[in-house]
T-cell receptor
Framework: EAGVTQFPSHSVIEKGQTVTLRCDPI?????LYWYRRVMGKEIKFLLH????????ESGMPNNRFLAERTGGTYSTLKVQPAELEDSGVYFC??????????????FGQGTRLTVV | AQTVTQSQPEMSVQEAETVTLSCTYD???????LFWYKQPPSRQMILVIR??????QNATENRFSVNFQKAAKSFSLKISDSQLGDTAMYFC?????????????????FGTGTLLAVQP
């Protein structure tokens, strides 16, 4: 079974440019999460999808960030325009719905974004 | 709001020795989960061990075990017989326990991580 995959693995862009990160969750996982780790700090929650709907986007830093989840499958996170402080590693995670008590979230390898 | 603190940015251990990584957390919730995740140099984060707060018995997974002290809000990870493959960043994480159908997010709250190096 394929795990959570993220593209690209690394992106270097100039300040002011646009970048789109993609996450393909594990098939059948309705929950999809985006997290971000800024260098040396904790991993912080950005937002949560249940299928195609945004359940919680309280962690999104500002309106330069836009997340979508087409048809409840893959998700994209677009940063436009990118600022220096957006640099970090962006993680995607997916999990099953939790009625059965399954709490494990599976993570992708992350996208390292560097804004110069 | 919940917070997770890992006070050891880096640790080192000799192969075959035992090491303990510390984690404390703060919450007013009574039902929650605690996790240790491992992120090897290849960067994919994987779940090491999980503890349900209502369970008094400490979780174990092979060489990995936890010391869960609910009153003290402490959740340390012990790695026995350390192996070179244990070299990784270790993150402690908290999650409030609630079902999806209640509209809950069930997001993870992470600490800053501990970089563990296992020396040959």
């Amino acid at each position: 079974e394929a795990g959570v995959t993220q593209f690209p693995s690394h992106s270097v862009i100039e300040k002011g440019q646009t970048v789109t990160l993609r996450c393909d969750p594990i098939s059948g996982h309705d929950n999809l999460y985006w997290y971000r780790r800024v260098m040396g700090k904790e991993i912080k929650f950005l937002l949560h999808f249940v299928k195609e709907s945004k359940q919680d986007e309280s962690g999104m830093p500002n309106n330069r960030f836009l997340a979508e989840r087409t048809g409840g499958t893959y998700s994209t996170l677009k940063v436009q325009p990118a600022e220096l402080e957006d640099s970090g590693v962006y993680f995607c995670a997916s999990s099953q719905l939790w009625e059965a008590g399954n709490t494990e979230a599976f993570f992708g390898q992350g996208t390292r974004l560097t804004v110069v | 709001a919940q917070t997770v603190t890992q006070s050891q940015p880096e640790m080192s251990v000799q192969e075959a020795e035992t090491v303990t990584l510390s984690c404390t957390y703060d919450t007013s919730e009574s039902n929650y989960y605690l996790f240790w995740y491992k992120q090897p140099p290849s960067r994919q984060m994987i779940l090491v061990i999980r503890q349900e707060a209502y369970k008094q018995q400490n979780a174990t997974e092979n060489r990995f075990s936890v010391n869960f002290q609910k009153a003290a809000k402490s959740f340390s990870l012990k790695i026995s017989d350390s192996q070179l493959g244990d070299t990784a960043m270790y993150f402690c994480a908290f999650m409030k326990r609630s079902p999806n159908y209640g509209g809950a997010t069930n997001k993870l709250i992470f600490g800053t991580g501990t970089l563990l190096a296992v020396q040959p």
